[in-house]
């Protein structure tokens, strides 16, 4: 009879240390966590999984034609200037059909898609995007023909734009 | 919330041209990553896709995202063919739509 009060008491206790435990975890996750994948540095095949319609076809992928400007350090992410220029006729048989800006780093891989065509007469695109942190760009133009070409910079971001405001 | 929109190009455009064209739309573009002051995360709000057509036919399309900085500003090009209205519409994740027009007069 002894023995068996002796084990209910360690049973409860430990019940109770579990269930403690369970409930400092639970408390310590801060209630306005964030989840966000920017922390990482996507691969070039990462990167160009994001793009329709590639497919991994990198033994046509060419680091020609397209001209990325970018500045080289930015001081805040919240605003980035860069252009794009494609090397193009703009013709009916031979033009460039997308453009694409991709981030290295951003939670959203693709920032921007530009549906070009013949009426655009120019292969070239000015924005300001978002950047997460100091990261490499690539812009991906893909022709009519189904060609792809890309060209890529570099940028240093002092302050990233996935910063809280408060 | 009423959305405004800015159409800019040099005047003096004649048919054949290509004209460079500033684009620039008043938009928050929330990312949905960031809160307010009170610690509560404001909810993403972005323009999902911004078009453009020139004498009713679809010129320039970019399709958007949170990459893009707030009030999104892009430049781009267009073969000037005839006189006619440049017509800028697009829609916002909470479902807004915004439109905005200008005439393009070529020169004689």
Redesign the interface.
Known sequence: MQQQVIELSVLSRRALLLGGAALGAFASTPSHAVVMSSGSLRTLVEMMEGVEGFNGHFEQFKKARVDLQMTLLADNGNSVPLSVEVNSAMSEEEHITDIYLLSQRNPVLVMARFHLGVASGKAMVNTRVRLAGSQKILAVARTNQGEWFFDEAQVVVTESACVDAS | MAMNARLTWSTGARAGD??KVRLLVQHP?E?G???????H?IKRNVIQWIRVQ?DQ??????????????N????????ASVTGLVQVSWIDDAGVVGEYSRLLALQA
């Open positions: 290509v004209v573009m990312t990553y960031l809160q307010d002051l009170s610690g995360t020139y036919r679809e010129v320039f399309k970019v399709d958007t995202s949170s990459g893009i900085a707030a999104p500003f892009f430049e781009f090009y267009l073969r």
